[in-house]
């Protein structure tokens, strides 16, 4: 059990942005024998063949060819997503006042923003040079603080709650002195980069707490961006393990999912149908393929919060550590059906693991996910699953560290 968890919380650890986990996702990917395929050049792929392709920094997609061609036997897809809500410098960020070097931030997805005050905070993202290279970057030094106003100010947040306007509120200090040009240096040292030939930066802002098992029996699961995170591990893992498939498996992580996947290297852009033709070897040969295809989106699950316990459906209350939970919803924000529910029950009997089942509150609107957008956009049947957790959106999110392994295992018995 624990080495899949110690691999689980370094790819966590190494996972400070979305285009960081699809570049520590390639280096998985290499270490394992899967061959890199450039989308601009012609692609020459054999029975057995590993591969793997890079769409974006944060989107990609790995795969075993199948012995039978996709026209016969069809895909068995495994997805998930690799960015987390988060707070983005703008792209002018920085003003001076009240003898602190502030950046204005801006939201992206739902994070639960009062998560993100008096946390030692870090930053990553690109570089790009004034010559057009890309390179990512990391700093793992607490550069950067969001301070809570102090009780004496807000007398009324613990009765009331705490709320702060992220455009006049929410401004992380990094400096007593007027010192940008020091900030951009630094961002162009992370990057590899003379600070003159450094033309444009992006940064999200990283929790800097290591990702740690937690609980007397170090039962939970504790990091940053669990949701995905975890669930891209999970299907590159069950990958790994798949030997040489009648179907081609394929794992397919997107970016952009916590801002509603319609970007080009979201769940709603060309990327997976342009790639299954590509496999198919052609249109008529793709639309027989996708008839006789399967695909398992996985996304983290809420687990029933026991402080909040009447915020749950009464009916099915997913617990951590007792098995993925497979998601339903009548309103379709989850693409499973009860064939396709099914399905994944079979897989999880085969690998001998007890699943959960989840359903939202009949009166409260739930969340989605990948599942309903790929599915739509292929017609390829799809069920949607996920790990339970709690804190979902925190800049801390907790799991059942259990259950990792169990979803690896339901993956392998889908995509072998
Ligand atoms: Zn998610």
Redesign the pocket.
Known sequence: MQPILDSLLEYLALSPTSAHTGSRSAEMLEKEGFSRLEPGDPWKTAPGGRYYTMYSPATLAAFIVGKRPPAESGFRITGA?TDAPGLFLKSEPYSYKEGLGTLGIEVYGGPLLNTWFDRDLGLAGKAVGSDGTVALYSIKEPILRILSPAIHLNRDVNRKGFKANPETEIHPVFSTVDEYPALRSLVAEAAGMKAGKMAFFSGELVSLEKPVLAGINREFLVASRI??IASCHAALHALFRVRSPESTAVVVLFDN??VGSRTTAGAAGPFLETLLERLSGGREEYFRAVARSFMVSA??AHAVHPDWADKHSSQSRPRLNGGPAVKRSAMQNYATGIETGAYFFRCAERAGVTLQEFTGRTDAQAGS?IGPITATRTGIPTVDVGNPMLAMHSIRETSGALDHEKMILCMVEHMA
């Open positions: 997503h949701d995905d999912e916590e996304d983290c996910t």
